[in-house]
């Protein structure tokens, strides 16, 4: 866990160059003033109980931890969930679905506590594991998996909807679409393996220190090739210059946003204009910190790459250790110019192996210090986990939890997650009737939620599906797919010509609607919710032409066949775990209406009959469910 606190000028012992910072460019380590004092209590209080200490410790009952403090302004003051609906909502906002279990297991206790027990989670089974344990990892062959991306994103469904960890995989795909790093433009040898260790190592920062976080992400392989990172070299006499790729998007997206920020979220304005946060001399400064950077292949090993028929081809391949490792320095390929950025300076050196690690220290210690960071990433997450357009005073009160967990630590990302989900924004019944509250659910969010919920299973677990960002057929979308480093859709979109657009409020997750869209994402759910996923051949990791397609994903829906003779309770059910209690009577009367309107056969006929009209019940009240306004609509 990353606990030190970090100032441009806090180099290692090591270094060989002094870094000068300007300090105005420094906001303050403890700017703690939009919490009160019982709130970051509370946040050390959830801090310590995680990481094992404080008597609540190792991922048990904390429900009775004594070190939970009163509630503070806008904080806590919703502490526990009073019924099943409250419990199911606090779940959709922070995890992947709502199970009996996990409702219950929220009413057990306060809604920090159920908190702590999520941060102990083990993460379990990797995504590189499972492609090892499936044979991905299997020197180069006929089957080329080396040169695909399909395996990954095999491991990425197997991932979201099976891992018992639900609250560090919902918030590792929010990370993903902020830090975004897209396999549809992913053209390497081992990529899948570099996007199940990008993957991984946003579950395993999940829950640790964003500053860990940032550099992770920056010499990752997979990060390293999707913005030019990977291979970046100094500039030469002959006109050569830096790529300025990563240093504009580090910026741009990964940190501080493009115009300068209270700590509200709202735009700083001098004379009623915005103000730039970074210049091109930053971002052109900022790249030659970025360079001498490359896939670690110091192991030296080669792999034979095999025909269709068995036989060596003519090259080899390096091995897939790579992927497991960041990125390696080489100082002849590193810039040793001065380089200006954003108050910082780092003087021009001589070449050696440690000028890059220094200067890169500098550079993500800059960034992660920056008064900026704290709101643009608070309001982006609550964006992604709560609602869309969140009260600068709850982008405040996350943003000051960044910046102070209650224990002097800068970036705890427990603490934000903390400050996100037991807001009282997010917490308070008046939200739901608020007419500007909550956010369109994302269409693979949804998909999830309904494998989560009903049980989805793989046979042999093979999880063999494929990407569904086709948007005539399929959702529009699929996970780590983003078409561009935007990610799916921009934070600040508005849709044009709605109710929205006269105020001028955000819903990013519209700019995935159209006519398209919505009939591609009802087409597709048809087919998957009643009859399940068409895969090849699930003792095979390979695709082989020719072979047969059965249904080898399929939902299980045992409680809901328990209850499809009774058409209400079917809904009721069915309202809690995907809505949270948020459906209106006259939906659910329209649904109920729908489903009575064919009978069960009667007892006496055929059992595979019988569990078919049941099967074919349970679909329609499901689908019929997830098109409608009030799940949708998540709030």
């Not at 053209?187 to 640790?208: E, T």
């Not at 860990?212 to 999707?226: F, H, I, K, R």
């Not at 989805?456 to 494929?466: E, N």
Request: glycine content about 8%.
């Amino acid at each position: 866990m990353y606990t030190e606190e970090i100032t441009p000028t806090d180099l290692d012992a090591t270094s060989v160059d002094p870094i000068n910072t300007t300090a105005e460019t420094l906001p303050s380590q403890s700017d703690s003033s939009h919490l009160a004092p019982a709130t970051l209590s509370l946040l050390a209080a959830a801090l310590l109980a995680a990481c094992g200490g404080g008597g609540g410790g190792g991922g048990g009952d904390t429900s009775a931890n004594s070190s939970e403090p009163a509630a503070a302004p806008g904080f806590n003051n919703f502490p526990k969930a009073n019924n099943d609906a409250e419990a199911a909502r606090f779940l959709q906002q922070g995890q992947l679905d709502s199970s009996d279990a996990e409702i219950a297991a929220v009413q057990s206790g306060s809604f920090a506590a159920y908190l702590q027990q999520q941060f102990a989670k083990p993460i379990g089974e990797t995504g590189w594991q499972w492609l090892e344990k499936r044979g991905y990892g299997a020197a180069p062959n006929t089957f080329n998996f080396f040169f695909n991306d399909f395996p990954a994103t095999f491991m990425l469904w197997k991932q979201l909807f099976t891992s018992p960890d639900g609250m560090r995989k919902r918030i590792a795909l929010a990370l993903s679409e902020f830090f975004v790093a897209s396999l549809q433009s992913a053209d390497f040898n081992w990529r899948s393996h570099a996007y199940a260790q990008y993957w991984d190592l946003l579950n395993a920062n999940a829950f640790g220190n964003f500053r860990q976080l940032l550099e992770d992400v920056t010499l990752s392989p997979a990060m390293g090739y999707y913005l030019n990172t990977k291979g970046n070299q100094k500039e030469d006499n002959r006109g050569r210059v830096p790529d300025e790729n990563y240093s504009r998007e580090v910026m741009q997206l990964f940190t501080i946003g493009l115009y300068k920020l209270n700590q509200d979220g709202t735009e700083v304005l001098v004379d009623g204009k915005k103000q730039d946060s970074y210049t091109q001399d930053d971002v052109t400064n900022l790249a030659r910190i970025f360079t001498g950077y490359d896939f670690d292949t110091s192991d030296g090993v080669r792999v034979q790459v095999l025909k269709q028929d068995g036989t060596p081809e003519t090259y080899t391949v390096d091995s897939r250790a790579f992927t497991q490792k960041p990125m390696a320095f080489n100082p002849t390929r590193h810039s040793l110019l001065e380089a200006k950025f954003l108050g910082t300076t780092v003087p021009a050196r001589t070449a050696n192996a440690a000028a890059g690690p220094s200067s890169l220290k500098a550079a993500l210690d800059t960034l992660f210090n920056h008064p900026n960071t704290a709101p643009f990433f608070a309001k982006q997450m609550i964006q992604r986990l709560v609602t869309s357009n969140p009260s600068p005073a709850y982008v405040a009160r996350v943003a000051a939890a960044f910046n102070n967990n209650g224990a002097g630590v800068r970036g705890d990302l427990k603490a934000v997650w903390t400050a996100i989900l037991l807001d009282d924004d997010a917490r308070g019944s008046a939200s739901l009737t608020s007419t500007t509250f909550g956010k369109l659910r994302e269409p693979m969010l949804r998909f999830i939620q309904w494998g989560r919920s009903f049980g989805l299973t793989s046979q042999g677990d093979s999880w063999k599906f494929f990407d569904t960002s086709d948007a005539a057929g399929q959702l529009g979308q699929s996970p780590m797919r983003s078409p561009s480093v935007f990610n799916f859709f921009r934070p600040g979109f508005v849709p044009p010509g709605t109710e929205l657009a006269k105020t001028q409020s955000p819903a990013p997750e519209f700019q995935l609607v159209n006519e398209t869209t919505v009939g591609g994402y009802l087409n597709f759910l048809q087919d998957r919710i009643r009859y399940g996923i068409y895969t090849g051949d699930v003792n095979k990791p390979q695709l082989t032409n020719g072979e047969t397609y059965t249904a080898t994903i399929l939902a299980t829906y045992t409680q809901e066949l328990a209850l499809a003779t009774d058409p209400a309770a079917l809904v009721r059910r069915i309202n809690l775990i995907m809505c949270s209690g948020q459906m209106s009577v006259a939906t659910q009367n329209t649904i109920v209406a729908v489903l009575n309107q064919k009978a069960l056969p009667a007892a006496t006929a055929k059992p595979e009959d019988i569990q078919n009209a049941k099967l074919d019940r349970i679909a329609a009240a499901v689908l019929l469910t997830m098109a409608c306004p009030e799940y949708l609509i998540q709030k």
